[in-house]
């Protein structure tokens, strides 16, 4: 080789090596707090196990899910609020799997970047390990990528892998609904992770001062309004799930609840939704209010205060209901199903809005 020759080097193309093994080294203690049976609290391996005999199954079949958090990451990224978001991307996982009835085992992240700043990225997985905790799961390994020319400055994106597990025959699959159940609704914690590509078209056509306090909410900056992670319903639902108690679960993330209702509906079931059973939160109403939404579009949207719909049988709404608030959640009695075409219906004061498209036909053509 030439002496004239430079001498290239990973680093000088812009990758890390020495920056991605103290980012190991530094969450491995945010890694072992999210441990739990069946998971060890070791990382840095090709691949990570999980024992569901040691987690306390006997039958057990696995679901799995994936999912990332949208563009909501880019309001974490412009406004420097990277603690919480990947609670978010647990959620959005999490909260798949516990409407198959599945309780939520393992989890593993995805975090791409341009650069890698070990403390941006520590903060955004302290958060997933959060959420983990709050799930239930153990987080169990991931990858961390530093793509140079990939991403712009400070830019980074998540993804996010669970497997959970039901006992076989436990799972729900809707089968059980029919006319004459009746819908829960369980309160939002706000946008969740879902149309933030409205509201950050919004932000900019309106100019919103975004460190300033809410006009609907004086004791919080809007931005915070904004990015409140996504609620994890998990621990408060799988009891009540185990206890037989819910026929069907419907987690309400983008298309809102007409979209998503229908994809837990066996054919013959319609659901009938009141929109005045609940309140719109402040927050939807401002974010209505703001782009002149019309409300079948918010209904199509956004969650508009409701994260999670359940259906039950008659007899089983109060002790559901009493169940759901003593642990935490702000529960609504917001419709039935009736007998019809497969779909929802969304009707209210301000109108009434239909789904009664074949989900599975429209979404995975």
């Known amino acids: 080789m030439s002496s004239n020759t430079p001498s290239y080097t990973y680093e000088q193309a812009g990758v890390s ?120 799961c153990a987080l169990i390994g991931g990858e961390t990528a530093e793509m ?26 809707g089968e059980k609904v029919a006319p004459g159940h009746v819908l829960l609704g369980l309160a939002s914690s706000g946008v969740h992770s879902n149309g933030y590509s409205l509201v950050r078209r919004l932000a900019a056509d309106k100019g919103w001062k975004m460190e300033s306090p809410a006009l609907f909410d004086q004791e919080r900056l809007l931005v915070d309004a904004l990015i409140e992670p996504t609620r994890i319903y998990v621990k408060s639902l799988l009891p009540v799930i185990r ?30 939704i009141d929109a005045d059973a609940w309140e719109l939160p402040r927050l939807m109403a401002f974010l209505q209010a703001q782009g002149n939404i019309e409300p079948g579009e918010m209904a199509r949207t956004f969650n508009t205060g409701i994260g999670m719909l359940l259906a039950v049988t008659p007899d089983n709404v109060d002790g559901v209901t009493a169940d759901l608030e003593a642990a935490g959640e702000t529960v609504f009695r917001i419709g039935d199903i009736v007998e019809g075409a497969k779909g929802c219906t969304v009707k209210g004061s301000a109108g009434t809005w239909s789904a009664k498209t074949d989900w599975e036909a429209t979404h995975n053509a």
Do not use: S, W
Not at 91 to 96: E, L, P, R
Not at 154 to 161: I, K, P, S, W
């Open 243 to 272: 206890a037989g108690k819910i026929d069907a679960l419907a987690h309400i993330t983008g298309g809102g609840l007409l979209e998503n209702v229908p994809r837990v509906l066996p054919d013959g079931a319609h659901a009938v």
């Open 148 to 173: 140079p020319g990939m991403y712009a400055d400070g830019d980074y994106d998540l993804a996010g892998f669970c497997v959970g597990a039901v006992e076989r025959g436990e799972q729900l699959t």
């Open 17 to 136: 090596i020495d920056a991605g093994n103290r980012l190991v080294k530094a969450i491995g203690p945010l890694v072992k707090a999210t441990m739990r049976p069946g998971a060890d609290g070791e990382i840095g391996g090709f691949g990570g196990f999980f024992d569901p005999k040691a987690a306390g199954y006997k039958d057990p079949l696995l679901v799995a899910g994936n999912d990332g958090v949208g563009t909501k990451v880019k309001l974490a990224i412009d406004h420097d609020r990277h603690d919480r978001i990947g609670i978010d991307l647990v959620a959005m996982c999490v909260n798949d799997l516990i409407v198959q009835g599945a309780e939520p085992l393992f989890f593993l992240d995805y975090f791409a970047t341009g650069k890698l700043d070990g403390g941006v990225a520590e903060r955004v997985i302290a958060g997933i390990a959060e959420g983990c905790k709050m799930a239930g």
